[in-house]
C-alpha cells in the first residue's frame, strides 16, 4: 500500500520523537537510580566512619570500645539506615551487636522489603595509635530497602508518567506538523489535477510556510503564463484562420471564375489573384521567421558595424514610403562612425520592422523620427513617431507572440500579430533590448540597444 505523503511525514516525525524520548527516558530512569545508589553508598560510607571514629574517641578516653552514645548511633543506624554492626574487640569477642535489630524489625513487619534483598557485610579493623584494638563488621543490603526504596519507586513513576504524557505529545504535535507540512503540497497536488484537466486552479499561499508559499506563487506564475499562452494560442488560431480564409476564398472564388468562362484571364485579374496568393506567402514566411529566429542553434554572422551607415541604408529605403503617405521622415546621422558588433542582416530586419510599423500606425500630415544615441556599453537606436499610440495595459504584451491589441487595427494593417514577436527574438539573439513608451494619441517611442562588443 502507499501512503501519502503527510502519512510518511507523520511517521517519520514520530520515530524521531519516540526515539529521542525512549532514549532520553531511559538515560534518565537509569541514570537516576545509578546516581542514587551512589549518592546511598558515600552517604553509607561516611555514617560508617562516624562510627568508627566514635569507637576510637571512645577507646582513647576510656579504654573500651563502646559506650552509651556509640549503642545510640548503632541503634539509630539500624532503624532509620538499615546499617547493622558488630564490634569486636582485639580477643575477638563481641562487645556490641544491632545486628540482632534486624532480626527483630522483621518480625514486628518494619522494612519487609528487607526479606526480598541479599545482605553484604563489609570489616573494618580499629586501630589507635597504629594498633589494632578491635574490629567492626558493618551488615548492610545490597539493594534499596526502606525509605529510599520507595523514594526511588516515586521518581521513577513520575518519569514514567512524563515519558508517557511527551509520546501522547509527540504524536500529536506529529500529526499537526506533517499536516501542516504537506498542506502545502496537497494544495499544489490539487491544482495539478486541476490543471490537467485544463482547469485555472490558484494555490492559496497565505497561510504556508516560506518554501512552500514560493513554490505556490511560482505554480500560480506558470499557471498563469499557461493561461495566457492558451488564450493567444485560441486568439492567434482564430486570426491566422481569418487571414487565411480571406485570400484562399478570394483565389477559390477568382480560379472557379476562369474555370466556369465567367472570368477571362486578363492581366489585371490575374495580378489580383497574384496578390492574394503573395499575402499567403507572407503570411506563411513571417511563421517561418519566427521559428527560425527563436531556434537556440541558429548562429548570428557578427561583424562590425556602423550606425551612421545602417541609418542613411534606413532613410533610403523609407523615404519614398513615407513621402508617398505624406508624412514626413527625418533622420538624424551622427556627426561620426559609431561602430557595434552585430549580425547585419538582423539589424536591418529589426529596424525594417519598427519602421513600417511607424509608417502604418502615423497618420498622414505627422512626422516619424530616426536617430541614434551612443551610450558607454551599447548602442540605441530610436524610432518615434506622432502616430496613434498604444494603451498602457497593451504595452507588457507586445512581445507575446500573435497578441494584437486592437484587432481592427491589426486587419486593417494585414498583420497577424508576430513581427515585435520576431523583433524581441533578434534583439535577444544580440542581448539587446528594447522599450516601448507610448501615449494613446500622441505617439511612440522605441528604443532598441545592442551591446558594443556583441556578446553572443
Known amino acids: ?53 566514635e569507637i576510637i574517641r ?44 534486624q532480626h527483630m524489625m522483621r518480625g514486628m513487619g518494619m522494612h519487609q522489603q528487607a526479606e526480598k534483598v541479599d545482605y553484604e557485610t563489609s570489616s573494618h579493623p580499629i586501630e589507635v595509635d597504629g594498633e589494632k584494638v578491635g574490629t567492626m563488621e558493618v551488615v548492610y543490603p545490597v539493594e534499596l530497602v526502606g525509605e529510599d526504596f520507595t523514594f526511588l519507586k516515586s521518581i521513577q513513576k513520575n518519569i514514567l508518567i512524563a515519558v508517557i504524557a511527551i509520546i501522547l505529545l509527540s504524536i500529536l ?6 499536516r501542516r507540512l504537506s498542506a502545502g503540497f496537497t494544495r499544489l497536488s490539487t491544482a495539478v489535477q486541476q490543471l490537467k484537466k485544463h482547469k ?35 486568439q492567434f488560431t482564430a486570426d491566422f484562420a481569418h487571414e487565411l480564409r480571406t485570400p484562399l476564398a478570394t483565389l477559390r472564388s477568382q480560379l472557379e471564375a476562369y474555370q466556369d468562362g465567367i472570368w477571362e484571364p486578363t492581366p489585371e485579374r490575374l495580378q489580383k489573384s497574384h496578390h492574394e496568393l503573395m499575402r499567403l506567402v507572407r503570411l506563411v514566411n513571417e511563421l517561418e521567421t519566427l521559428i527560425a529566429v527563436e531556434n537556440p542553434q541558429k548562429k548570428l554572422n557578427m561583424s562590425t558595424l556602423d550606425a551612421g551607415e545602417l541609418l542613411r ?7 519614398p514610403a513615407f513621402h508617398k503617405k505624406g508624412v514626413v521622415l527625418r533622420s538624424y546621422f551622427p556627426n561620426k562612425e559609431i561602430h557595434f558588433r552585430a ?28 536617430f541614434t544615441e551612443e551610450k558607454e556599453d551599447c548602442i ?34 494585414g498583420g497577424i500579430g508576430i513581427g515585435l514577436s520576431i523583433v524581441k ?22 528604443t532598441v540597444c545592442f551591446p558594443k562588443k556583441g556578446k553572443h
Open 200 to 234: 485555472r486552479v490558484d494555490v492559496p499561499v497565505k497561510d504556508l510556510s516560506i518554501e512552500m508559499k514560493q513554490l505556490g506563487e511560482s505554480f500560480n506564475e506558470l499557471a498563469n503564463s499557461l493561461a495566457k499562452e492558451e488564450q493567444l494560442r485560441k
Open 58 to 101: 571512645t577507646y582513647q578516653q576510656t579504654g573500651s570500645l563502646v559506650s552509651e552514645q556509640a549503642n545510640s548511633m548503632l541503634h539509630d543506624q539500624a532503624m532509620t539506615e538499615n546499617l547493622f554492626y558488630t564490634i569486636y574487640d582485639r580477643a575477638g569477642n563481641a562487645v556490641a551487636d544491632s545486628t540482632r535489630m
Open 425 to 446: 527574438a533578434l534583439v535577444d539573439a544580440h542581448h539587446g533590448t528594447i522599450d516601448f513608451n507610448s501615449e494613446v494619441g500622441e505617439g511612440t517611442t522605441v
Open 313 to 319: 541604408f534606413m532613410d533610403s529605403q523609407f523615404q
Open 173 to 178: 504535535f506529529s500529526f499537526l506538523f506533517s
Open 343 to 370: 549580425d547585419e542582416d538582423r539589424v536591418t530586419q529589426i529596424l525594417t520592422n519598427l519602421m513600417n510599423n511607424a509608417l502604418q500606425y502615423t497618420p498622414t500630415g505627422k512626422t516619424v523620427k530616426i
Open 1 to 53: 500500500m502507499k501512503l501519502t505523503l503527510r502519512t510518511k511525514i507523520f511517521i517519520y516525525l514520530l520515530i524521531v520523537s519516540l526515539c529521542g524520548v525512549f532514549l532520553t527516558s531511559f538515560s534518565i530512569f537509569f541514570g537516576v537510580e545509578n546516581q542514587f545508589s551512589s549518592y546511598l553508598q558515600i552517604s553509607r560510607e561516611e555514617k560508617t566512619s562516624f562510627v568508627e571514629e
Open 380 to 413: 540605441c537606436f530610436m524610432v518615434m513617431d506622432e502616430g496613434i499610440g498604444i494603451k498602457k495595459e497593451d504595452i507588457p504584451f507586445l512581445f507575446e507572440r500573435f497578441y494584437r491589441g486592437d484587432k481592427s487595427r491589426a486587419t486593417k494593417t
